[in-house]
């Protein structure tokens, strides 16, 4: 992932290259080619955004169209990991037009896209708009207009192969700061529109090649880069308060069904088991703890 601006500081470019963490949340989730695409948009948005993000601050991407696929969600942390799910994996509808997926079908457009900045300084910052198509990057460029006041151009793409895997996957946002010269804009959204969707320019150029294109005869610095991944934060000790938190009911009908207690995480789709006895101990030290 790299953060560039032209040398005058007026545009903010953001450009990443997701392929393999949008490929391992898609084997982890064994989701369909439609909600893979919709999920890869998720997390590489969701990981871009919390490029500004510091020490244990931490974003939340939710989207909720109300359609077939359910709510999508992906966590940034500041170390430039991700993790995510989407509601339903198995969705898959017919592609609009030869090699375009229907996400924006799969999400639906009757209901939001929620942004949760948690900077650990208190409550955090929460901001929710419709979505305008249920296909991720307009809704997120609308976003940034209406709920942080700034202008940006956004693009986001997942290539799938035949056999169902992620080709290629990335993101580009361009964001307009105070001051920006209109015809510098439209010089550089004019080369975004020109030049081949994201997902084949991820899947052809590297990300400097991708920069330059991006740029033109614009000067540009590169300010920093981060490596991305797909990384869950879950463990034992984390599941283990889960299943203390669980109703006895609900423990006993699992131990009788299965004759073991299984934990799945929604993220990375783990699953913990706990036999009978482990439960019954669980129990007696959260017993006496108390």
């Known amino acids: 992932m790299i953060r560039a601006m032209d040398k005058n ?40 955004m919390g ?33 995510g799910y989407i509601g339903n994996p198995e969705v898959d509808l017919p592609e609009k037009r030869p090699g375009k997926l229907d996400v924006g079908g799969a999400v639906g457009i009757d209901g939001f896209l929620e942004v949760v900045r948690d900077m650990r300084i208190g409550m955090p910052f929460t901001g929710r708009v419709p979505l305008v198509s249920g296909e991720i990057a307009e809704d997120l460029a609308y976003y940034f207009t209406m709920s942080e006041q700034i202008p940006s151009l956004v693009s986001l793409g997942v290539l799938i192969e ?22 510098l804009l439209a010089r550089i959204e004019g080369n975004v529109f020109s030049a081949d969707p994201i997902s084949d320019l991820i899947n052809n150029y590297n990300l400097p090649t991708i920069l330059n294109l991006v740029f033109g005869e614009t000067s540009y610095d590169v300010i920093d880069e981060k490596k991305v991944s797909f990384r869950c934060r879950c463990n034992l000790k984390k599941v283990l308060s889960v299943v203390s938190a669980l109703e006895e009911e609900d423990i006993n009908k699992a131990l009788e069904d299965q004759g073991r207690l299984e934990v799945c995480c929604n993220f990375c789709s783990e699953i913990y088991c706990f036999t009978d006895k482990e439960v019954r101990l669980l129990r007696q030290v959260n017993h006496e703890s108390n």
Do not use: F, N
């Open 51 to 83: 490029l500004d993000l510091k020490g244990e601050e931490s974003l939340t991407l939710r989207v909720d169209g109300g359609g077939p696929a359910k709510v999508i969600l992906a966590v940034a942390e500041s170390d430039g990991s991700v993790r």
């Open 9 to 48: 500081r007026r545009v903010r470019v953001l450009l990443a290259r997701t392929t393999e963490l949008a490929e391992e949340a898609r084997r982890r989730q064994d989701s369909t080619p439609t909600s893979t695409a919709a999920l890869g948009r998720v997390l590489t948005g969701a990981v871009m």
């Open 162 to 183: 035949r056999d169902r895997t992620v080709k290629a996957a990335g993101g580009l946002i361009i964001q307009a700061m105070p001051g920006v010269e209109d015809d």
